[in-house]
């Protein structure tokens, strides 16, 4: 028997903030943070990234932890009790906030910068909503982001045949990525179609 299931959550919201400069983002996840309330995670690309927006989280009086590789397996064990128990209400996170993390409460999920692939944004923005309660995830994009994560994507590699393919495949994902953020049709309809899933009509839940 084979079980095909929906890449749509009925229940998720999806949003996306352009920002004028890079510097706008503390202020939008400052502003996104302050009218959303219950649990979120707040994902960045870098554990620097991450430290920084504990600190500056805490600073704004928020009840804040921090999750990535770089940590102590105690203390990412602690982050993630108290964020699951309630005693801390965001966590500031890389991708390693990932499999096994299943929060059903979280209200928002923010991208502080997008990753580099549909499926690692839709799988992070899914941890969103579990208890089937709306939920909403946010990205957070200037364009200036687009050239470094190409200039990312192009980077390594020993210029052999595979290396190109690899950075073709990187590209190729980066695009979905970049096309998804500058979309002005639904959101949910292009991830769908993303996964190879047609919709009939828009969600009617996005931005």
Known sequence: IQVVLSF???????RVDHLRRP??????????????????????????????????????????????????????????????????????ATNAFGMGIDKPDVRTVIHFAL??????????????????????SIGMVHRSDRALQRRFARSGGDGGRQSRARRRQELARLRAVWNYAASRTCRMRRILRYFGESAARSCGRCD
């Open 115 to 136: 990753p580099r692939s549909i499926e690692a944004f839709y799988q992070e923005a899914g941890r969103g909503g579990r208890d089937g309660r709306p939920a909403l």
């Open 23 to 92: 510097s706008d983002r503390p202020r939008a996840l400052q502003t996104a943070l302050r009218n959303r309330p219950g649990a979120a995670i707040v994902y960045a690309p870098t554990r620097g990234y991450v430290e920084g927006l504990a600190r500056r989280l805490s600073g704004w009086g928020l009840s804040a932890g921090l999750y990535h590789a770089g940590m102590r397996p105690v203390d990412r064990s602690r982050t993630l009790e108290r964020f699951l128990s309630g005693e801390t209400r965001i966590v500031a």
């Open 8 to 14: 749509d959550r009925p229940n998720l919201f999806w």
